[in-house]
């Protein structure tokens, strides 16, 4: 008797340590983006099917889960500090543009 292939898991199956087959997709994606040929968003469409926006609220969401820690930790830690980093960055540049807003708003003040 002739051994059957083992029909392929659909995208939304969990594995043993409790992410979905399309975690472990976006996982593998970031460990290796960059033999994609073209611009990273582009990749994402065509590997994903859905916006950069989109897969880039599915990768945060994915870090924050102890699964994918214990799935591979050396990339989620580094995904999570390169997030860190940019969410810092938008924060100083926010309050930089709001004082220049404030210095800008009093140099129009007409004074009696």
Do not use: C
């Not at 469409?45 to 591979?72: C, K, M, T, W």
Request: hydrophobic residues 35%.
């Amino acid at each position: 008797m002739e051994a059957q292939p083992e029909p392929a898991d659909p995208p939304d199956a969990v594995d043993a340590v409790g992410l979905s087959g399309r975690d472990e997709a976006i996982l593998g994606f970031e460990h290796e983006w960059w033999r994609h040929g073209g611009a990273k968003e582009e990749a994402i469409r065509r590997e994903f099917g859905v916006s950069a926006a989109r897969y880039y609220q599915l990768l945060n969401s994915l870090i924050d889960s102890p699964a994918a820690i214990v799935h591979d930790p050396m990339l989620v830690r580094r995904l999570q500090r390169v997030r860190d980093e940019r969410t810092s960055e938008r924060s100083t540049e926010k309050g930089s543009r709001a004082q220049f807003g404030r210095q800008a708003a009093g140099r129009g003040r007409i004074e009696d």
